[in-house]
């Protein structure tokens, strides 16, 4: 998985540009954000979007199915955004 580390930092980049609230994933891990717990259900971006942004950087580093599956691990699994906006999280524990 260390070869792949690379590109995973790569998709997490560009899932956090692109989620709501837009940060910089660099900065984030610089300033220990990623060390706190469930940091990434502060962000936001819907799990098709996710899902086609690993599918574009997997493609583009013409990764074989093996390390795709250990690359949608890290992801889905380490610290993806959430795909549920934190208003819906509070909106459905009240009910």
């Known amino acids: 998985m260390k070869d792949l580390w690379p590109i995973c930092l790569g998709i997490y980049r560009q899932l956090y540009k692109e989620a709501t609230p837009s940060a910089d994933f660099d900065e984030?891990?610089?300033?220990?954000?990623?060390?706190?717990?469930?940091?990434?259900?502060?962000?936001?971006?819907?799990?098709?979007r996710q899902a086609a942004i690993i599918g574009e950087h997997c493609k583009k580093h013409n990764l074989?199915?093996?390390?795709?599956?250990?690359?949608?691990?890290?992801?889905?699994?380490?610290?993806?955004?959430?795909?549920?906006?934190?208003?819906?999280?509070k909106t459905a524990s009240v009910n």
């Open 64 to 89: 074989n199915r093996l390390q795709r599956s250990q690359v949608d691990g890290e992801i889905w699994l380490g610290s993806s955004p959430s795909g549920i906006a934190p208003e819906s999280i």
């Open 28 to 48: 984030l891990m610089r300033t220990g954000v990623t060390k706190q717990k469930d940091f990434f259900m502060r962000y936001c971006l819907d799990d098709d």
